[in-house]
């Protein structure tokens, strides 16, 4: 059995568990919810990751795979199915797109921080602002670009739609909806799966 430290808002671990739901690898997983910050660490993910960051696996033997990329493409060594084309010019095309969404998402939880963590007198808006501008810029990109959400599902779609499902949690008033269709028909599409179902535990 291995051991997933999450927390059920991250964009991070549920990309990595509905990864491990659409490679079949969920029951091998023992899921263990953990509060994590910046200034705020844990100590049992610290003992494994340094970092501190989530999500982080610690397999039988003890040692520890981060972070999420890493994790995902262990994931893909151990099955025959894989979350992105083991060869090819497609593969780093699904790779850069997973790096885009990650990336949105890394600014959008900077920015989080920002607004939520740091003291009101440190705050710099101007900061803040160029996160999201670049979490805006990665909506414009997608929204003009190649999307599926069908059979043959990529880590590119589902770190993109939790990068959008994070956008849903924390940022609602981003409203991307709105301002970008073709993004939220393939949430919608994306909503439908059981691997996604499964692990929609925002808190
Ligand atoms: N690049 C990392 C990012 C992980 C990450 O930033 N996780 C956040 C939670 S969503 C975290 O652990 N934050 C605590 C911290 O920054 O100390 C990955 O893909 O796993």
């Known amino acids: ?95 850069t797109a997973q790096a885009q969404a990650d990336g949105m998402a890394d600014a959008a939880l900077l920015a989080r921080y920002e607004a939520a963590l740091r003291p009101e007198p440190l705050r710099w808006s101007a900061w803040e602002t160029g996160q999201m501008d670049k979490v805006v810029r990665g909506l414009t990109t997608f929204e003009a670009g190649a999307l599926t959400a069908g059979d043959d599902l990529t880590i590119a779609d589902i770190a993109l739609g939790c990068a959008l499902g994070y956008l849903d949690f924390r940022f609602a008033e981003l409203d991307w909806r709105q301002t970008h269709p073709r993004l939220a028909a393939f949430y919608a599409e994306l909503a439908k799966r059981s691997s996604w179902i499964a692990t929609d535990q925002r808190s």
């Not at 808002?9 to 659409?22: G, I, M, N, Q, T």
């Not at 919810?33 to 003992?47: E, H, I, M």
């Open 1 to 95: 059995m291995m051991t997933l430290y999450y927390a059920g808002p991250s964009p991070f671990a549920r990309k990595v568990l509905v990864a491990a739901h659409e490679l079949g690898l969920a029951t091998q997983i023992n899921p263990v919810a953990v509060s994590v910050s910046p200034v705020g660490v844990n100590p049992d993910v610290a003992a494994a990751n340094p970092l501190g960051k989530i999500p982080t696996l610690v397999l039988a033997n003890g040692e520890a795979i981060f972070d999420s990329r890493v994790i995902v493409d262990y994931f893909d060594s151990l099955t025959d199915r894989s979350l992105a084309p083991r060869s090819g010019a497609e593969r780093w095309t699904v790779l």
